[in-house]
Nanobody, 124 residues
């Protein structure tokens, strides 16, 4: 069956770094766009970054993460990564990876599969 398993979350001080990983199985990973979303308490789930299956093109959702976060994928390992640097308290959220049959997408409802999420907490 389809599985997306996130790892790498945790507690970090402001200014620190974390690298999230999402291991995929049960579908043809190289044919799916992959996205990282986050959801803070009381807020809607929002796109952090997405990467195309087609040419590796990327897009970043929240303008606040540009220049600090980097999404990448390794099709040989069926894994997508999110490198997060210069973390801020406002980055605190549950981070989810997701897969879409589209090239990539900003929209939650255009993703077909979701992981269970990993908590990232940034202390000030």
């Amino acid at each position: 069956q389809v599985q997306l398993v996130e790892s790498g979350g945790g507690l970090v001080q402001a200014g620190g770094s974390l690298r999230l990983s999402c291991a995929a199985s049960g579908f043809t990973f190289s044919s799916y766009g992959m996205g990282w979303f986050r959801q803070a308490p009381g807020k809607e789930r929002e796109l952090v970054a997405a990467i195309s299956w087609w040419n590796g093109g990327v897009k970043y959702g929240a303008t606040s993460v540009k220049g600090r976060f980097t999404i990448s994928r390794d099709n040989a390992k069926n894994t997508v990564y999110l490198q997060m640097n210069s973390l801020k308290p406002e980055d605190t959220a549950v981070y989810y990876c997701a897969a879409t049959q589209r090239r990539y997408s900003d929209h939650v409802d255009e993703y077909d599969y979701w992981g269970q999420g990993t908590q990232v907490t940034v202390s000030s």
